[in-house]
């Protein structure tokens, strides 16, 4: 049944519906190619679906064309990205869902690519293939965040995320944990879907973490890791140095410390140079410019309170997870305080922010 306000029925809210959650189920996995999902329906029935190869390729309507149970004549295709039209790493989908008989296509948003953008309509219409576009466009649009930052300003998606105690505290000596075991879950999900992790060095020396993604099963999923380390002071008996291995490590530095670099080139680093401006920090957007440079296109920031305060005075976060605990810490021992709340609150003061409980921990999600 059609709903009078935009000409979809229901069902075809409900199939897009899927295809959307199949889309965001590999969001982030997909490197530089955006996230697709595709739900391939006959007779009501759906008899296929796909999603973007983990990397980016094959593509969603090449996977679901390629898993359906039944022959795709007269069959619907919904899909959450315009197909591509174009010869890139892979061929167009156009040629492959016209090739397969599929004689109704519905898709979401035009793709922001240039080298797609707006053409696959008229492609799949002179192929007498019935094109609708526009359905669940504003979910769709919130799904494709990530890629839109990509692609217009050439910088990941960047995540932040930080844990404090009721007292405010990011830090206290001799106490590691802040938060409980079901948060933990969700900053390893994060782990999860971002591509890349960042910490600068003075983290990294005082909690000597170890930033992989220990979801059981996905443990392969563990982001690189990024670490400022101005003066190259990373310890060497760190967690994190001891497992260099190639391309998984990029250490960002400004220092002549020629035995320092030499061990860190032996052992696999890449090592980038930046330089630091008159506060002697470093240049964090020329920083995201590298990452994204490098392959980096969703950035976890896992920081300390400098970091984290940087980055939001330069309103580097597309989004923020705040996790706030009941927990007390002692401030008599070696400790740091957030001092960032204020500052999170009036960034984010007119944008979407949503709270929920983790057992005995708050999350509050900012995002633009
Ligand atoms: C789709 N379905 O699942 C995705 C698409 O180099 P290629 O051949 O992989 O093409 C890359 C472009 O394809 C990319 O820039 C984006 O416009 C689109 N992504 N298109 O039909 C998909 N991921
Ligand atoms: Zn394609």
Not at 182 to 197: G, P
Request: charged share 25%; hydrophobic share 35%; aromatic share 10%.
């Amino acid at each position: 049944m059609s709903t009078k306000k935009d000409n979809f029925s229901s069902s075809d809210k409900f199939f897009m519906k899927l295809a959307i959650n199949l889309a965001r189920s590999r969001k982030g996995l997909t490197g530089d190619n955006p996230s697709v999902g595709c739900v391939i329906v006959k007779n009501n029935n759906i008899i296929s679906i796909g999603q973007t190869g983990i990397n980016g390729r094959p593509h969603a309507e090449t996977n679901a064309i390629k898993n359906a149970f039944q022959n795709l004549s007269g069959a619907k295709m919904y899909v959450t990205l315009e197909p591509c039209n174009h010869y890139g790493k892979t061929p167009p989908c156009t040629k492959t869902i016209i090739k397969s008989g599929i004689k109704e296509v519905i898709y979401s948003i035009d793709d922001i690519d240039k080298k797609v953008k707006g053409k696959t309509i008229k492609i799949l219409s002179r192929n007498k293939i019935f094109v609708k576009k526009g359905l669940l466009e504003e979910e769709v649009k919130d799904l494709y965040d990530s890629y839109r930052i990509n692609r217009y300003y050439k910088v990941p998606f960047v995540t932040g995320k930080i844990a404090i105690s009721k007292n405010k505290l990011i830090y206290s000596k001799d106490i590691k944990k802040i938060t409980g075991t079901i948060s933990d879950k969700l900053t390893h999900y994060l782990r999860f879907k971002n591509d890349a992790i960042l910490v600068t060095s003075q983290t990294l020396n005082i909690d000597n973490p170890k930033l992989s993604c220990r979801l059981k099963g996905y443990e392969s999923f563990s982001p690189k890791r990024v670490i400022l380390d101005s003066k190259l002071k990373i310890n060497l008996n760190s967690y994190i140095f001891n497992s260099i291995k190639k391309n998984n490590t990029i250490i960002f530095y400004n220092s002549l410390n020629k035995s320092k670099l030499k061990v860190l080139r032996k052992k696999g680093a890449n090592l980038v140079r930046s330089k630091l401006n008159s506060l002697n920090n470093f240049n964090l957007k020329q920083i995201l410019h590298k990452l994204f440079a490098l392959g980096v296109r969703n950035l976890l920031v896992e920081g300390g309170d400098k970091i984290t305060k940087n980055m939001l005075k330069e309103r580097l976060f597309n989004q923020f997870y705040l996790f706030q605990s009941k927990k007390k810490l002692s401030i008599l021992k070696e400790h740091c305080f957030f001092t960032s709340f204020n500052i999170l609150k009036n960034r984010y003061n007119n944008d979407f922010k949503i709270t929920s409980k983790l057992a005995n921990d708050k999350i509050t999600i900012y995002k633009k």
